[in-house]
């Protein structure tokens, strides 16, 4: 049986997939998806958020794409691991996303320049005759290549009068900021850019209790005590990815421990055999 189970649960809390029901949303991540649809929905262009590993970039990503799909007039892709050889593949898979049929003459291997013709015809028939809102969205954008950053570039372009024809939402970790600083025609395309922080201890708590009530707890008791939510606190410095594992970790071994509640205890057992020796 699951642990979970044992536990009086209906479903993994403390999983590390970026599952949107199990999405708590901070005051950060709270801001973040107001300014991202406000920006969408004005049409600015290039959305920028950035965090650390483990800040929930990620989960942030797939609930705004929750959201946004329920919306009869928006088409949205999402591209999970934009790494691509060259521009042209970058371009064709685009393509390939958005069902862009592309015309090269007898050539079987469209050139770059088709490509951008063929999008740039799609967005306008998209969005300008048939007033959709078209959404490239990217997770990982720090993986992208100089190339295809330029590609992106090119891709905000194309604007009528009033707004930008293509909406596009990077998520990437902080090194990607001073590649994009350093071009120039991107940097300043960027309509919005936002930080993710870590959580505050507050929200530390939120976020346990929270993760638990979806899972199936009932209960008048906490399942974790406020000095053990200190002591995760402390220890992840508020990355949710870390207190989701650091807790994970903790109810298999209030079970073995045969304990009722995840005390402080428990937590600084668990943070010791997690730090390693210098030289081991």
């Not at 708590?24 to 107001?34: D, G, I, K, M, P």
């Not at 958005?98 to 079987?108: Q, R, S, W």
């Amino acid at each position: 049986m699951s642990y979970y189970r044992i536990l009086g649960l209906r479903q993994e809390p403390f999983s590390t997939s970026p599952d949107p029901a199990f999405f708590y949303q901070s005051r950060e991540h709270t801001s973040a998806l107001y300014r991202l649809r406000i920006a969408i929905e004005l049409k600015r262009g290039l959305s920028l958020i950035l965090g650390d590993v483990g800040t929930g970039k990620t989960t942030l990503s797939r609930r705004l794409a929750q959201l946004l799909r329920v919306e009869p007039n928006i088409l949205m892709t999402m591209v999970l691991n934009p790494i691509y050889d060259t521009e042209t593949q970058f371009l064709a898979d685009l393509a390939e996303r958005f069902h862009i049929i592309v015309e090269n003459g007898n050539n079987p291997e469209p050139a770059a320049l088709a490509y951008m013709n063929a999008i740039e015809k799609f967005l306008f028939e998209r969005c300008v005759e048939e007033e959709k809102t078209i959404i490239l969205l990217i997770d990982e954008s720090q993986k992208m290549s100089g190339p295809c950053l330029e590609v992106l570039r090119s891709l905000l372009n194309y604007e009528t009068n009033e707004y930008k024809i293509l909406q596009v939402v990077l998520l990437g970790q902080m090194e990607l900021l001073p590649r994009i600083s350093r071009i120039k025609n991107l940097w300043d395309r960027i309509a919005l850019k936002y930080v993710i922080n870590p959580l505050e201890e507050s929200e530390v708590k939120e976020l346990i209790g929270f993760r638990l009530r979806r899972a199936g707890y009932v209960s008048r008791y906490p399942m974790f005590s406020d000095k053990a939510i200190n002591a995760i606190y402390n220890y992840t410095q508020g990355y949710p990815r870390k207190i989701t594992l650091m807790c994970h970790d903790a109810l298999e071994h209030l079970i073995m421990s045969k304990k009722e509640i995840v005390d402080k205890e428990l937590v600084q057992e668990l943070i010791q055999k997690d730090v390693k020796p210098v030289g081991v």
